[in-house]
C-alpha cells in the first residue's frame, strides 16, 4: 500500500527527487494518519501499513537529501551512543507508550551510523554492501513474491524444515533482485519498473 501510494507521487518529482512542499505534505498526512482510528473490517488490512509509514516516508525524506552523508564522525559516534542508551532502557520506553517515537529515534540513528560506511575504504565487504544498497528498492519490492515462491517450490519437493528454507528463501529472496536489476539495466527499463 505504501509502495503504492508513493509510486502515486512520481508525476511531481523532478529529476528523481520529490519536491520539499509534497514531501511535507506526504508527512502531515502520514503523521495525521496515526491518530485516525479505523472503521472495524478496515483495520486488518490497513493498520499495518498505517503502522510503517513514518519509517517508510523518512526512508523517502532521507534519500532525497544529502543530510546523512554530511554527518562528522562524532555525529555518527552519537548516534551509535544515542543507540545503545536506547536498547538499554527500551522496556521503560515502551511502558511509557513513546515506543514508536523511540524506534523513530532507533532508526535514525541506525541510518546515522551505517550512512559512514559509503565513505570507508573501499574493500570487497563494502563493495558489496554499495551493490545491495543500490538495489534495496529492488529488494524490498521483488524479495517476497520470490521468497514465496521458493518456499512453495520447496514444500513441493517436501522441504518443510527451517534451516533449508530460510537459507534458500533469504539468498534467493536477495539474488532474484539483483537478477532483476542486472535485466532491467541491461533491457533499459529501470525507470518502468520503477528500480
Not at 523517502?60 to 542508551?85: E, H, M
Not at 521483488?142 to 533469504?170: K, W, Y
Request: charged share 10%; aromatic share 8%.
Amino acid at each position: 500500500m505504501l509502495s503504492v501510494a508513493f509510486a502515486l507521487l512520481k508525476p511531481f518529482t523532478r529529476g528523481g527527487k520529490v519536491p520539499a512542499s509534497v514531501l511535507a505534505g506526504a508527512g502531515v498526512v502520514v503523521t495525521l494518519l496515526q491518530f485516525i482510528r479505523m472503521p472495524t473490517g478496515l483495520e486488518e488490512w490497513f493498520v499495518p501499513a498505517i503502522a510503517c509509514a513514518p519509517y517508510f516516508w523518512i526512508g523517502v525524506a532521507l534519500g532525497q537529501t544529502d543530510i546523512l552523508a554530511r554527518l562528522s564522525n562524532s555525529a555518527r559516534a552519537a548516534a551509535g551512543f544515542v543507540f545503545c542508551v536506547l536498547l538499554a532502557i527500551w522496556p521503560v520506553i515502551d511502558d511509557y507508550g513513546v515506543g514508536t517515537l523511540g524506534s523513530v529515534i532507533l532508526t535514525l540513528c541506525v541510518l546515522a551510523v551505517f550512512s559512514g560506511i559509503a565513505e570507508m575504504e573501499r574493500t570487497p565487504v563494502i563493495n558489496g554492501l554499495s551493490i545491495l544498497g543500490a538495489a534495496s528498492m529492488a529488494i524490498y519490492v521483488a524479495h517476497t513474491i520470490i521468497s514465496a515462491a521458493v518456499r512453495e517450490a520447496l514444500l513441493a519437493f517436501g522441504i518443510d524444515r527451517l534451516p533449508p528454507q530460510l537459507i534458500l528463501g533469504v539468498a534467493i529472496g536477495i539474488l532474484g533482485p539483483l537478477a532483476l536489476v542486472w535485466v532491467a539495466n541491461r533491457t533499459r527499463t529501470t525507470r518502468l519498473l520503477g528500480l
